[in-house]
C-alpha cells in the first residue's frame, strides 16, 4: 500500500521535474554507494574535448556533493521551484520548459568554462528560483522565520545565505545571471518598443514533449491564483 502511494505520488509529478530530480538523486546515491566517483562527473572542458567525454555535459549538473545539509537543501529548492514552474507558467508548454533547460545549461557551460567551476547544479537551481521570483513578483516570502520579503529577493537572499555558509558566490552569481538572460530575452524584450522574440522553440522538440490534452480537473498551483500563495495568514516559510 505503501509503495502504491509512493509510486502514484511520484508519477504525479511533472515530467521534467521528474526526470531531473531522479537523475540527480540516483547520481547521488551512486556516488555514495562507490559506483562512480565525483572526478568521473565534473565539468572538465579538456576531458571533453580531446578524450570525448561528453557525459560530462550533462553529469556536472546532477551532482550537488555528498548526502548532508546542503544537498537537502538544493533539492528541496530545486524539487519545489522546478515544479512549480513547470505546473505554473510552463503549463502545457513542456517544450518551453526543456529549451529552457537547454538554454541555461548551454550559457552555464559556456560561462562556467570561463570561471573555473566544476560542477554547476547549484547555479541551475538558482536559475529556476530567479525565473520564478521575476514571474511571480507579488508573492510574500518567509525565510526560516527572520526574514519577510517579496518573491523577487529571494535569489539574492539565498546568495546571503549560502555567503554566511562560507561558499562561494560565483555559483549564486552565475545562476542569477543566466537567469536574468533568459527573463530578459523571454518576458521583457519581446514588449519592448522595437523588440522581438528571440527565443523560439525547435519545432522538433515541441512535437516531442507538448502534449495537447488539457486537464479539466487540473487545480492550479498557488503561482497561478488570485492573490499568490493560499498559505492562510501568513506568508510562505521556506525553512520547513
Known amino acids: 500500500m505503501a509503495y502504491q502511494t509512493f509510486q502514484q505520488e511520484y508519477l ?59 544537498f537537502l537543501f538544493n533539492m528541496i529548492f530545486l524539487y519545489r521551484y522546478c515544479r512549480m514552474l513547470e505546473e505554473g507558467s510552463f503549463r502545457g508548454r513542456t517544450g518551453d520548459f526543456v529549451f529552457m533547460f537547454l538554454f541555461g545549461g548551454l550559457l552555464m557551460t559556456i560561462f562556467g568554462t570561463f570561471v573555473s567551476l566544476v560542477f554547476l547544479g547549484q547555479a541551475f537551481t538558482i536559475m529556476l528560483v530567479y525565473i520564478w521570483s521575476r514571474r511571480n513578483p507579488n508573492v510574500r516570502m518567509n525565510f526560516f522565520g527572520l526574514l519577510n520579503f517579496q518573491a523577487p529577493f529571494l535569489p539574492w537572499v539565498l546568495m546571503g545565505f549560502s555567503l554566511l555558509l562560507g561558499n562561494s558566490i560565483i555559483i549564486d552569481l552565475l545562476g542569477i545571471a543566466v537567469g536574468h538572460v533568459y527573463f530578459f530575452l523571454e518576458d521583457v524584450f519581446p514588449n519592448l518598443p522595437g523588440g522581438g522574440r528571440w527565443l523560439k522553440t525547435p519545432s522538433i522538440i515541441k512535437m516531442l514533449f507538448d502534449t495537447p490534452d488539457d486537464d479539466a480537473n487540473y487545480n492550479p498551483l498557488p503561482e497561478d491564483r488570485p492573490g499568490g500563495f493560499a498559505w492562510g495568514e501568513g506568508p510562505p516559510n521556506l525553512g520547513g
Request: contains cysteine; positive net charge; aromatic residues 16%.
Open 12 to 70: 504525479q509529478i511533472p515530467l521534467v521535474t521528474r526526470a531531473y530530480t531522479t537523475a540527480c538523486v540516483l547520481t547521488t546515491a551512486a556516488v555514495q554507494l562507490e559506483l562512480i566517483t565525483p572526478f568521473q562527473l565534473y565539468f572538465n572542458p579538456d576531458l571533453i574535448l580531446r578524450n570525448y567525454q561528453v557525459w560530462r555535459l550533462i553529469t556536472n549538473f546532477l551532482f550537488f556533493g555528498p548526502v548532508g545539509f546542503n
